[in-house]
């Protein structure tokens, strides 16, 4: 009796293993405290809507392929908030923040359910984030000292060619920041001594893609 052929290998339109180089673009949506301010009559939070509100973004971000469908990454994302809507227990700044901005550096890990076509994909980071609000005289407020700030992402991708892959991804993600600090004409008056950590958050919608170099499909 003759044996049937073996089916024939798989063929594969993403690469085995590669580098990863990508860019996202969309909209950063703050939310929750960014601290919490003590006072004789108690605790409150003080809301990040107070400081900025949501503006476009950019992400930038380079990792490798570990197999077809995981890749670790580095990232960099950056906002541009819009103006704030005031924080009236505040002794040291007065009025409404013009504009604001906030960074976020960190790695994660992504994960494609069908990294040659159209496919769900998931992301998970962890990094250092830091905020600021800009007022019309130049006076600052910072926070910073947030180590674990952390993502997560849901979305869907699509293999245009062996090369480029698109992209859209939604994400939320949360973290604490450790100090606040009012920068006024070169003096800082450091708000933590009046404050204790809050729980902040934020959201995103982007659309964006990937690049796969030096792609290896053995």
Do not use: C
């Not at 993403?14 to 301010?37: H, K, M, Q």
């Not at 077809?68 to 924080?87: C, P, T």
């Not at 993600?173 to 600090?181: A, K, M, P, V």
Request: charged share 20%.
């Amino acid at each position: 009796m003759i044996e049937p052929p073996p089916p024939p290998e798989p063929r594969h339109l993403a690469p085995r293993t590669s580098l990863l180089l990508g860019a996202r673009t969309g909209w950063f949506i703050p939310f929750g405290d960014l601290w919490a301010r003590r006072t004789p009559s108690g605790v409150y939070g003080v809301s990040w809507s107070d400081y900025s509100t949501s503006g476009p973004m950019l992400e930038l971000n380079a990792g490798a392929r570990l197999s077809r469908h995981y890749s670790v990454f580095a990232l960099w994302e950056r906002a541009w908030l819009g103006a704030g809507n005031g924080d009236k227990g505040s002794n040291t700044l007065t009025g409404k923040a013009d504009h604001g901005d906030t960074d976020f550096w960190g790695a994660g890990v992504r994960a494609s359910t069908n990294p040659d076509g159209l496919g769900f994909v998931t992301e998970l980071a962890v990094g250092y984030r830091r905020a600021r609000a800009i007022y019309d005289n130049g006076d600052e407020i910072q926070f910073t000292n947030s180590p674990f700030e952390t993502r997560l992402g849901l979305g869907a991708d699509f293999r245009l060619n062996g090369f480029v892959t698109l992209s859209s991804l939604a994400t939320i993600g949360f973290g604490q920041f450790g100090t606040i600090e009012t920068v006024s004409k070169n003096l800082i008056h450091d708000e933590t001594r009046y404050a204790q950590a809050d729980a902040h958050a934020w959201a995103t919608f982007t659309v964006g893609g990937h690049f796969d170099l030096f792609g290896s499909k053995d």
